[in-house]
């Protein structure tokens, strides 16, 4: 029958097909060869393998569609096209071969496409969807190949129309890259019947060629840049959808109008890193941030689709729980052709976010989609779209259904939902409406009205391209390399002004953003020279990486300029750049991370990297990847009155009570009245730091923008506990037998002294009795305790001189050996001077060669744990926020060069009194001896042989250990010496990492 052959006819216009997925990993950067990285990816075939570079013998192999090998084996052609020199390399054609031209046959079938780039911030997912230069990605080939096709087709038989769209996801909002104005609270996402989620009012525009499609994304770029500078928002957390919807327009054999329609998706995601929550653990706000969604809900998606998909689950996918996958819905498990490439870092150093970006497109190869072929007879297309007007009228007018009584829904809530019912309704129609309209107007009239339309946004691209080759400008640096030299503000004769404005005074360079001054600052040019000096005393203003003075200051041929807290510019001077290679110098653009790099080194927080290890300069890199989001974060809190400042700490593993481990970076937050503070992890500040970005702006917006204390970012609770320090009790004197006294400074990670606790550590027998010089205990070889019983009595006395805003609810905690939680005293408050009274017996029955290892190289480490008071100090006397915003960084005084605190100093010392007390030890013991020699042979109760040997030392062991006493004291002494020699030469830490 006729149904039976159009359903048919349908089954086979349907293909379901799993998602294509490819890996690509890059060559290393200039960063990573200078810290001398590893590379841990392999490629054979389609499989991909990781080395874990803790043990480059354990390895993880996945295998998927395509394995692309960019790292090495290729040379750099005179047009600057990166080509093949071996087997393994792909090239940008090979990429474009196995993904773009399979994009493009599918469009021409009909099929909705999907091509989206997956990885970690700088993996290098621009390069694979967009290229640079000579080197164009899979977007601009597919959109020229397209065009290309068009031409050769015959206009008298197919009309062939392209549109295009290009949208942002940022904080949950969505908003229209081809429109300057922005919607508060972002553009509707609704819900079509049969097209599934769409945009309500996108922009979406005719194009005729290539050229205007790469017209329409720099447009599209620009506004992305200067809505994100504005805004101060963190360009790598966007999520950019670029829509390409093509259309085929002919007559079928039957002679009907005949529409064949395809959307090609190329979505760029957000840098896949951003999403990871570790260290913000115990968080209240750990998933506070909007901004960590819509990779967090994909992530479910994914995983939701592949357990349906294999059977293992029937669960609801959750499409509707972020935009991304409301707008991905298609892609991800409906009406599309999906292709996924994973963008892999090869550096060790990247080693998690890498294997994380292998697993995850691991579970993507899963997916399953089915994609129909769109074609539909014109006429029925505008027939069903009158049809479904006339249906949503006759719904309107006979009113929108509400709930009956009794479902349990208040009577406002029911009102507001039918509302919202008429309301969606209404839209629905007006887009219909819409579709009607543009389907009756001629591919012509269209192209005409939007060139009427862009005449005042578009073109003037390339005059200003031509007058940056010789005026004097700024152009924005920027993290993301496609963001960064897309604003430009040129520099006057005379005077330039530089300010955010006033309504009734603008300056001559608007710049919008933190820290930012009606009037900033002013630009002078003497007799072709360029000058920088503040308009007022309180801008903060930055050249090269150095504050500013009442002084004005030069600038020069690639000057880097900040201006207020985050706004980072680079100066161009065509005059000192064309003098420059005329005589023969090459100018090196400066980059983003080459600006920041500078910034922490003039602020004292790094140093040069010469002479430094490996480890130091991961931890160089990641102090300055964190420096300016501390600073934003101060500038925040200033601008929104909030009373609170940060600064960056290095917690070193002897301070956290590790005998070996690297470096941590964390934020301190501090309320500038109380002086109370609170130690972030990194990732929990950053967590937090998102949710300060969109309370500002929400405030820049004028809309509601503060939070109740659960929701603030700057709030925490003084119920929270906080470290007030540790001490490091060094045990080599249990190995001999040997108390340890000792009243020890207590150190917080940056080694202030926070007070003092009193340790002793006592040898003891089985029941507990402190053992004396009568027991004659001593041990001369630690390793003869082995496979013996020893006991201790350990006692913690009481703590003195402690702060007096963590005087509340004090206790001390620690483990001993191989004890996994920790046993702590009991909790002591209103005192700055504690008394714990604890004691406790430990017991080591048999003694291990372990536990002498650990007595003898390793201190027990004791943390010293209290809770804030609710102290104030009188406002005028804090320390005000206006100063810290770029110089809170160097509160801390640490350079990553002497960041490592110096235990050897304190080993030297503990070994040093260690031996003193063994040879003061065995003096004595021997002194007993010789003592009760004397006096029995003059008694004539001994033999005289006996009293010969003792006073003439012979082969006795005896006797040996006088000699030993006199060696270990020398030794004692010559140590001592040597650690006052190693401390005078300042060899110590710095302020901020001090000893333990």
């Given at each position: 029958?006729?149904?039976?052959?159009?359903?048919?006819?349908?089954?086979?216009?349907?293909?379901?097909?799993?998602?294509?997925?490819?890996?690509?990993?890059?060559p290393?950067?200039?960063?990573?060869?200078?810290?001398?990285a590893i590379?841990?990816?392999?490629?054979?075939?389609n499989?991909t393998?990781?080395?874990?570079?803790?043990?480059?013998?354990?390895?993880?192999?996945?295998?998927?569609?395509?394995s692309?090998?960019?790292?090495?084996?290729?040379?750099?052609?005179?047009?600057?096209?990166?080509?093949?020199?071996?087997?393994?390399y792909?090239?940008?054609?090979?990429?474009?071969?196995?993904?773009?031209?399979?994009?493009?046959?599918?469009?021409?079938?009909?099929?909705?496409?999907?091509?989206?780039?997956?990885?970690?911030?700088?993996?290098g997912?621009?390069?694979?969807?967009?290229g640079?230069?000579?080197?164009?990605?899979?977007?601009?080939?597919?959109?020229?190949?397209?065009?290309?096709?068009?031409?050769?087709?015959?206009?008298?038989?197919?009309?062939?129309?392209?549109?295009f769209?290009?949208?942002?996801?940022?904080?949950?909002?969505?908003?229209d890259?081809?429109?300057?104005?922005?919607?508060?609270?972002?553009?509707?996402?609704?819900?079509?019947?049969?097209?599934?989620f769409?945009?309500?009012?996108?922009?979406?525009?005719?194009?005729?060629?290539?050229?205007?499609?790469?017209?329409?994304?720099?447009?599209?770029?620009?506004?992305?840049?200067?809505?994100?500078?504005n805004?101060?928002?963190?360009?790598?957390?966007a999520?950019?959808?670029?829509?390409?919807?093509?259309?085929?327009?002919s007559?079928?054999?039957?002679?009907?109008?005949?529409t064949?329609?395809?959307s090609?998706?190329?979505?760029d995601?957000?840098?896949?890193?951003?999403a990871?929550?570790?260290?913000?653990?115990?968080d209240r706000?750990?998933?506070?941030?909007?901004?960590?969604?819509?990779l967090?809900?994909?992530?479910?998606?994914?995983?939701?689709?592949?357990e349906?998909?294999s059977?293992?689950?029937?669960?609801?996918?959750?499409?509707?729980?972020?935009?991304?996958t409301?707008?991905?819905k298609?892609?991800?498990?409906?009406?599309?052709?999906?292709?996924?490439?994973?963008?892999?870092?090869?550096?060790?150093?990247?080693?998690?976010?890498t294997?994380?970006?292998?697993?995850?497109?691991?579970r993507v190869?899963?997916?399953?989609?089915?994609?129909?072929?769109?074609?539909?007879?014109?006429?029925?297309?505008?027939?069903?779209?009158r049809e479904?007007?006339?249906?949503l009228?006759?719904?309107?007018?006979?009113?929108?259904?509400?709930?009956r009584?009794?479902?349990?829904?208040?009577?406002?809530?029911?009102?507001r939902?039918?509302?919202?019912?008429?309301?969606?309704?209404?839209?629905?129609?007006?887009?219909?409406?819409?579709e009607?309209?543009?389907?009756?107007?001629?591919?012509?009239?269209?192209?005409?009205?939007?060139?009427?339309?862009?005449?005042?946004?578009?073109?003037?691209?390339?005059?200003e391209?031509?007058?940056?080759?010789?005026?004097?400008?700024?152009?924005?640096m920027?993290?993301?390399?496609?963001?960064?030299?897309?604003?430009?503000?040129?520099?006057a004769?005379?005077?330039?002004?530089?300010?955010?404005?006033?309504?009734?005074?603008?300056?001559?360079?608007?710049?919008?953003?933190?820290n930012?001054?009606?009037?900033?600052?002013?630009i002078?040019?003497?007799?072709?020279?360029?000058?920088?000096?503040?308009?007022?005393?309180?801008?903060?203003?930055?050249?090269?990486?150095?504050?500013?003075?009442?002084?004005?200051?030069?600038?020069?041929?690639?000057?880097?300029?900040?201006?207020?807290?985050?706004?980072?510019y680079?100066f161009?001077?065509?005059s000192?750049?064309?003098a420059?290679?005329?005589?023969?110098k090459?100018?090196?653009v400066?980059?983003?991370?080459?600006a920041?790099?500078?910034?922490?080194?003039?602020?004292?927080?790094?140093?040069n990297?010469?002479g430094?290890?490996?480890?130091?300069?991961?931890?160089?890199?990641e102090l300055?990847?964190?420096?300016?989001?501390?600073?934003?974060?101060?500038?925040?809190?200033e601008?929104?009155?909030k009373g609170?400042?940060?600064?960056?700490?290095?917690?070193?593993?002897?301070?956290?009570g590790?005998?070996?481990?690297?470096?941590q970076?964390k934020?301190?937050?501090?309320?500038?009245?109380?002086?109370h503070?609170?130690?972030?992890s990194?990732?929990?500040?950053?967590?937090?730091?998102?949710?300060?970005?969109?309370?500002?702006?929400?405030?820049?917006?004028?809309?509601?923008?503060?939070?109740?204390?659960?929701?603030d970012?700057?709030?925490e609770?003084?119920?929270?506990?906080?470290?007030?320090?540790?001490?490091?009790?060094?045990?080599?004197?249990?190995?001999?037998?040997?108390?340890?006294e000792?009243?020890?400074?207590?150190?917080?990670?940056?080694?202030?002294?926070?007070?003092?606790?009193?340790?002793?550590i006592l040898?003891?027998?089985?029941?507990?009795?402190?053992?004396t010089?009568?027991?004659?205990?001593?041990?001369?070889?630690?390793?003869?305790?082995?496979?013996?019983?020893?006991?201790?009595?350990?006692?913690?006395?009481?703590?003195?001189?402690?702060?007096?805003?963590?005087?509340?609810?004090?206790?001390c905690?620690?483990?001993?050996?191989?004890?996994?939680?920790?046993?702590?005293?009991?909790?002591?408050?209103?005192?700055?001077?504690?008394?714990?009274?604890?004691e406790?017996?430990?017991?080591?029955?048999?003694?291990t060669?372990?536990?002498?290892?650990?007595?003898?190289?390793?201190?027990?480490?004791?943390?010293?744990?209290?809770?804030?008071?609710?102290?104030?100090?009188?406002?005028?006397?804090?320390?005000?926020?206006g100063?810290?915003a770029n110089?809170?960084?160097?509160r801390?005084?640490?350079?990553?060069?002497?960041?490592?605190?110096d235990?050897?100093?304190?080993?030297?010392?503990?070994?040093?009194?260690?031996?003193?007390?063994?040879?003061?030890?065995?003096?004595?013991?021997?002194?007993?001896?010789q003592?009760?020699?004397?006096?029995?042979?003059?008694?004539?109760q001994?033999?005289?042989?006996?009293?010969e040997?003792?006073?003439?030392?012979?082969?006795?062991?005896?006797?040996?250990?006088?000699v030993?006493?006199?060696?270990?004291?020398?030794?004692?002494?010559?140590?001592?010496?040597?650690?006052?020699?190693?401390?005078?030469?300042?060899?110590t830490?710095?302020?901020?990492?001090?000893?333990?």
């Amino acid at each position: 029958t006729a149904s039976q052959t159009r359903r048919s006819l349908l089954i086979l216009a349907m293909t379901e097909e799993s998602v294509k997925v490819a890996v690509r990993v890059r060559p290393f950067n200039s960063r990573e060869k200078a810290r001398n990285a590893i590379n841990i990816i392999e490629m054979t075939g389609n499989s991909t393998i990781i080395k874990d570079p803790t043990d480059l013998t354990k390895t993880k192999t996945f295998v998927y569609d395509h394995s692309y090998w960019s790292h090495d084996e290729f040379a750099e052609r005179e047009d600057g096209y990166l080509e093949a020199t071996g087997p393994k390399y792909a090239d940008q054609k090979i990429v474009f071969d196995n993904l773009g031209r399979g994009v493009l046959e599918n469009a021409w079938k009909g099929y909705n496409c999907s091509l989206f780039a997956y990885g970690q911030t700088g993996s290098g997912k621009s390069y694979s969807m967009v290229g640079y230069g000579a080197n164009k990605g899979i977007v601009p080939v597919t959109c020229e190949e397209l065009f290309k096709a068009i031409e050769e087709t015959d206009k008298e038989q197919i009309v062939c129309q392209v549109t295009f769209s290009m949208l942002e996801i940022y904080n949950e909002q969505v908003q229209d890259l081809l429109s300057t104005k922005k919607e508060k609270g972002g553009m509707k996402v609704r819900q079509h019947p049969k097209k599934g989620f769409y945009v309500d009012n996108l922009r979406v525009v005719p194009v005729q060629d290539f050229k205007e499609i790469e017209d329409r994304i720099e447009e599209g770029t620009r506004n992305r840049t200067i809505a994100a500078t504005n805004m101060n928002a963190t360009s790598s957390r966007a999520h950019t959808i670029v829509t390409i919807n093509f259309s085929q327009k002919s007559e079928n054999e039957q002679g009907q109008n005949m529409t064949k329609t395809s959307s090609i998706n190329l979505v760029d995601l957000a840098g896949s890193e951003r999403a990871d929550s570790t260290g913000a653990t115990g968080d209240r706000l750990k998933e506070g941030a909007a901004i960590n969604q819509s990779l967090s809900v994909l992530g479910n998606v994914i995983s939701a689709l592949a357990e349906l998909q294999s059977g293992k689950s029937k669960k609801m996918v959750p499409y509707r729980d972020s935009m991304l996958t409301k707008l991905l819905k298609n892609a991800l498990g409906g009406n599309s052709k999906t292709i996924m490439i994973a963008a892999l870092s090869p550096a060790d150093i990247n080693y998690d976010e890498t294997l994380s970006t292998l697993r995850f497109a691991d579970r993507v190869k899963s997916i399953k989609t089915t994609a129909i072929v769109n074609e539909t007879p014109t006429e029925k297309l505008i027939r069903e779209l009158r049809e479904e007007n006339a249906r949503l009228m006759e719904m309107l007018k006979g009113g929108v259904s509400a709930p009956r009584d009794g479902s349990g829904i208040p009577p406002d809530e029911v009102e507001r939902l039918r509302l919202q019912a008429e309301e969606d309704l209404r839209r629905q129609m007006e887009e219909n409406a819409r579709e009607m309209e543009e389907m009756k107007k001629t591919w012509e009239q269209r192209l005409k009205e939007e060139q009427l339309k862009a005449s005042g946004t578009l073109g003037g691209g390339n005059s200003e391209r031509e007058k940056r080759k010789t005026t004097p400008h700024f152009w924005n640096m920027n993290q993301d390399s496609a963001l960064e030299g897309v604003i430009c503000h040129f520099v006057a004769n005379g005077e330039t002004t530089v300010g955010r404005g006033r309504k009734d005074k603008l300056p001559d360079i608007v710049l919008t953003g933190l820290n930012m001054l009606d009037e900033h600052a002013i630009i002078v040019c003497t007799d072709g020279k360029y000058f920088i000096k503040k308009a007022c005393p309180e801008a903060k203003i930055l050249v090269d990486g150095a504050p500013i003075q009442a002084d004005a200051v030069a600038l020069h041929h690639h000057a880097r300029v900040m201006f207020g807290s985050s706004l980072l510019y680079c100066f161009e001077l065509p005059s000192e750049r064309d003098a420059g290679l005329r005589a023969g110098k090459k100018w090196k653009v400066p980059t983003y991370e080459d600006a920041q790099e500078e910034i922490a080194q003039k602020s004292g927080l790094t140093t040069n990297q010469k002479g430094l290890s490996k480890e130091d300069m991961l931890l160089q890199e990641e102090l300055i990847s964190l420096m300016p989001h501390v600073n934003e974060a101060n500038a925040i809190s200033e601008e929104l009155g909030k009373g609170k400042s940060f600064e960056i700490v290095l917690v070193s593993a002897a301070a956290r009570g590790l005998a070996e481990g690297v470096t941590q970076v964390k934020v301190k937050m501090i309320d500038v009245e109380s002086e109370h503070e609170w130690v972030w992890s990194r990732n929990r500040f950053l967590n937090r730091k998102y949710i300060m970005q969109e309370m500002y702006g929400n405030y820049i917006e004028n809309e509601e923008w503060d939070l109740p204390h659960d929701k603030d970012p700057f709030w925490e609770p003084l119920d929270s506990e906080v470290q007030i320090g540790r001490v490091h009790v060094y045990l080599q004197s249990l190995g001999y037998y040997i108390e340890v006294e000792e009243t020890l400074a207590i150190t917080d990670y940056k080694g202030a002294e926070q007070g003092h606790l009193e340790v002793t550590i006592l040898p003891c027998n089985s029941r507990g009795q402190v053992l004396t010089e009568d027991d004659d205990a001593f041990e001369e070889d630690p390793d003869k305790l082995v496979g013996q019983r020893v006991d201790y009595l350990l006692r913690i006395q009481g703590a003195r001189g402690l702060p007096a805003k963590c005087a509340r609810d004090v206790y001390c905690c620690y483990t001993f050996f191989k004890e996994t939680d920790p046993l702590t005293t009991m909790k002591i408050s209103d005192t700055i001077n504690p008394d714990f009274h604890y004691e406790r017996q430990i017991t080591i029955n048999p003694v291990t060669q372990a536990f002498v290892d650990y007595i003898m190289n390793q201190p027990l480490v004791v943390e010293v744990w209290g809770k804030q008071t609710q102290t104030s100090k009188k406002l005028g006397e804090a320390p005000k926020l206006g100063n810290r915003a770029n110089t809170t960084l160097m509160r801390s005084g640490t350079t990553v060069g002497n960041a490592q605190m110096d235990e050897e100093l304190w080993r030297l010392r503990c070994e040093a009194t260690s031996q003193m007390r063994r040879a003061n030890r065995l003096a004595a013991r021997i002194s007993r001896v010789q003592k009760v020699l004397k006096t029995k042979s003059k008694k004539g109760q001994i033999k005289v042989t006996l009293v010969e040997e003792a006073l003439h030392p012979g082969k006795n062991v005896r006797f040996r250990a006088a000699v030993r006493a006199v060696i270990l004291s020398n030794r004692a002494a010559r140590l001592t010496k040597e650690a006052k020699k190693k401390s005078r030469r300042g060899s110590t830490s710095s302020v901020a990492c001090s000893l333990q």
